[in-house]
């Protein structure tokens, strides 16, 4: 099973941007990468996801900000999070379709 470590929060302004990185410890060629979130006192939500051959997906509160993309050579996916708002405060997650692997997450808190 694939472990994943996400990296890249913190704390940004409204309007700011942040990548997200997620790593894994083994190939995820053919996985299918997802990215969900975890705002506070709430469920966790489906953010964004990327085939393996590049289709990607997003949420509508999402779309047209983030961008999701992969580089398998150096097993990693990103989320690229433009024009931040105080509502995308919560813990991303980087999680694995096949396998089904999770992240420990990382906290992004967009805030002025």
């Known amino acids: 099973q694939v472990q994943l470590v996400e990296s890249g929060g913190g704390l940004v302004q409204p309007g700011g941007s942040l990548r997200l990185s997620c790593a894994a410890s083994g190939s995820i060629f053919i996985n299918t990468m997802r990215w969900y979130r975890q705002p506070p006192g709430k469920q966790r939500e489906f953010v964004a996801k990327?085939?393996?051959?590049?289709?990607?997906n997003y949420a509508d509160s999402v779309k047209g900000r983030f961008t999701i993309s992969r580089d398998n050579a150096k097993n990693t996916v990103y989320l690229q999070m433009n024009s931040l708002k105080p509502e995308d405060t919560a813990v991303y997650y980087c999680?694995?379709?096949?396998?089904?692997?999770w992240g420990q997450g990382t906290q992004v808190t967009v805030s002025s």
């Open positions: 990327i085939t393996s051959g590049g289709s990607t």
């Open positions: 999680n694995s379709l096949v396998g089904d692997s």
